[in-house]
């Protein structure tokens, strides 16, 4: 990938336009300015506009302070395709996205397919890479020499590629799994079969039992027959019982209402003076009135007691019947049922005959073929997917690994380091005296020690697997601090002889550098104009005759 031009515009220290063509600003470039200038902000911008996001920053956070939308546009030639992109900020609402690819407008559904289009169709750098080997800022440094395993894994399928191995071994697993479905269906399928043979084969070994299937049904009927008759002639002796007790029930309560009217008429006569008019009433009937009330009373309890007589002769004669003869019958029909269950299964034995099991085997012998097919398959995609993901990765590796020990080891003599640094064969760094086989732990390493270190490796890496048509741009930003006067010097003329043609090195750093090294300065400058408005400038500098 090559980046052509970038504009930036409202993105964090780069208040007003900003345009840089790269295929002008070529060569070894310093970025000056004071802290807040803006520096840090183009090597943001670039992945930004290629990627969309920045790591630990959100997209509302990159916006420059007191304005409310910012802009980033990026050119640049990828896989042979001349990419533009647009990428707006807005503090509300949704941030919109522009993309041409070859002049023609790329049409997508949403951001995210935008993203994924331009990285898996049209990018040939991983964002990985960039962000490792391109556009590096000590705020975000990730060191190469301290990856852990997964970012050791993700580094080595981005940048050298490993992820195409990964994809197809994906693949592999995939397939392996559908196989092993496969597999699993078909033994299901099998042991399913294999039962039904099995219980084919008892029913053909079972001892014959005595009776009549015809005859059997016919007892069922008759006993049922029987049993609903009994039920019958129960029903109607208890509807004979029950309404003789509802009689009753009806005389009950034509007494009880008798009963509370002779009360009433009590009452009245009780009272001794008429609650209407004040005469007094006549006592003589009083006397009369209360034998007749207690006569109903005593008439009201004989019903009653007649009705318990009757639900007692009801629920004792249907216990009667239910256990006496109910029960029995209902005993001898679950017998006969089971008689016939037993009976149906042997007609049903003696009807299989050897055709039928040998069918059963036919087809088991079928899906045991199948099945050796299948495990066969299986085989075959692990030994495929072995040799994409372990040997083929193993050999990349092998071959990788000594040439970028080679380029490590050349300029770290270059810059006259005092230990030595090397990769093994599991992408793991270590780091030794020069002439001793001691191991140097990494955290013993200064900050100093490290950041040469990693710079070495990047270099390293740079050389090894990026050629004239990789990345044209690296970025390295505060990465020179810690280092003394003499190493960089020596830093910048090592990065100066690694330049490629039509490439660009930038370097930022707050520690002066020496002008004779680059071919031009890049100065940042922000500025308050009033109590509100900031405002970003820059100027372009070039360095005639340096080198």
Not at 512 to 536: A, T, V
């Amino acid at each position: 990938m090559k980046i052509q031009k970038i504009k930036i515009e409202g993105f964090k220290s780069i208040y007003d336009p900003m345009e840089l063509d790269f295929r002008e600003v070529n060569g070894f470039w310093k970025l000056s300015g004071s802290v807040g200038a803006g520096k840090t902000s183009i090597g943001e911008a670039i992945i930004y506009g290629l990627f969309g996001s920045v790591n630990g920053k959100n997209n509302g956070d990159l916006i420059s302070w007191g304005r409310k939308k910012g802009l980033v546009e990026i050119w640049c030639v990828s896989k042979g395709r001349n990419i533009y992109i647009r990428r707006e900020l807005k503090s509300y609402g949704q941030s919109p996205i522009y993309v041409e690819v070859d002049g023609e407008e790329l049409i997508f559904t949403n951001k995210r397919d935008a993203q994924s289009q331009l990285e898996q169709e049209y990018y040939d750098t991983s964002r990985v890479t960039i962000e490792l080997l391109c556009i590096i800022s000590f705020n975000n440094f990730k060191s190469l020499s301290t990856l852990n395993t997964g970012d050791t894994k993700k580094f080595l399928d981005q940048v050298l590629g490993f992820y195409t191995l990964t994809e197809y071994s994906e693949q592999c697993k995939i397939l392996k799994s559908n196989n092993l479905a496969n597999i699993r269906q078909v033994n299901i399928t099998i042991g399913q079969l294999e039962s039904q043979v099995q219980k084919l084969e008892e029913l053909s070994n079972m001892e014959l039992i005595a009776g009549d299937i015809g005859d059997t049904k016919e007892t069922i009927s008759t006993l049922v027959s029987k049993m609903n008759d009994i039920q019958t002639e129960l029903r109607g002796w208890v509807n004979e019982k029950t309404k003789s007790k509802n009689e009753l029930l009806k005389k009950q309560a034509s007494v009880l209402t008798l009963g509370k009217n002779k009360k009433k008429e009590i009452d009245f006569i009780e009272k001794g003076t008429c609650p209407t008019c004040g005469a007094p009433i006549d006592q003589s009937q009083l006397e009369i009135k209360k034998k007749e009330k207690d006569l109903l009373l005593e008439q009201y309890n004989e019903i009653g007691e007649k009705v318990k007589v009757l639900d007692g002769e009801i629920t004792n004669y249907s216990n009667g019947v239910q256990i006496g003869q109910i029960d029995p019958i209902n005993e001898e029909i679950s017998r006969y049922k089971k008689l016939l269950t037993r009976l149906e299964e042997q007609a049903k034995r003696l009807n299989v005959n050897r055709t039928e099991i040998d069918a059963l085997n036919i087809k088991i012998d079928a899906l045991q073929n199948e099945l050796t097919v299948y495990q066969a398959e299986d085989a075959e995609w692990q030994q495929l997917y072995d040799i994409l993901a372990i040997q083929i990765r193993s050999k990349i590796l092998n071959s990788f690994i000594p040439a970028l020990n080679k380029n490590i080891l050349h300029y770290s003599q270059r810059l006259h380091l005092p230990y030595i640094v090397q990769f093994d064969s599991n992408f793991k760094c270590n780091i030794s005296l020069c002439g001793m086989d001691q191991i140097i732990p990494v955290s013993s390493l200064s900050t100093g020690q490290l950041k040469t270190v990693d710079m070495v490796i990047i270099l390293g890496v740079l050389g090894t697997v990026i050629g004239s048509n990789g990345i044209n741009i690296l970025f390295l930003d505060e990465l020179f601090s810690n280092l003394d006067a003499g190493l960089r010097n020596e830093m910048c003329q090592l990065l100066r002889e690694s330049l490629k043609p039509d490439s660009t090195i930038f370097i930022i750093s707050h520690t002066d550098l020496e002008d004779k090294y680059f071919d031009g300065n890049i100065h940042m400058k922000l500025e308050l104009k009033d109590q509100y408005e900031k405002h970003s400038t820059y100027t372009i500098k070039t360095f005639e005759g340096n080198h």
